[in-house]
């Protein structure tokens, strides 16, 4: 099996729009919890405290799936210059733990929407039963 040098750069799209989602959902859950904490320290409430360990859990998935799309497009890019280098083995092995990075990162994401999911439909459950 070869690799064309053009394969491994076909991942920098993706990857870059992946990670700038990423980023907004961090920003915004982020300002979520700054708000939620400001509204802690003045009325203090257990479901406040529930929605921020929520909050942090998919903040610590959030960085996650950063991690494993950020080391995706490192190691696509390091494939590449094998690849350029006539490394043809090393670089096709790297290519595939690219991937497997960017499945890890995509398993992450879709793990953090259904979190996100399941907690929104808690907090509109009381308007639901009505």
Request: glycine share 6%; charged share 15%.
């Amino acid at each position: 099996m070869t690799l064309q040098i053009e394969t491994p750069a076909l991942l920098f799209g993706a990857t870059s729009l992946i990670l700038l989602a990423y980023t907004n959902r961090f920003l915004t859950i982020a300002t979520i919890v700054r708000g939620l904490r400001k509204t802690y320290k003045e009325k203090e409430n257990d479901m406040i405290l529930l929605e921020i360990k929520n909050l942090n859990l998919r903040l610590t998935l959030i960085r996650n799936m950063q991690m494993a799309g950020v080391l995706s497009l490192f190691l696509s890019v390091f494939a590449m210059l094998l690849l350029f280098l006539e490394q043809q083995t090393a670089g096709i092995y790297l290519f595939g733990l690219s991937l497997l990075g960017l499945l890890i990162s995509l398993g992450l994401s879709f793990w953090e929407i259904s979190i996100s999911v399941n907690a929104l439909r808690l907090h509109l459950s009381d308007l639901i039963q009505k």
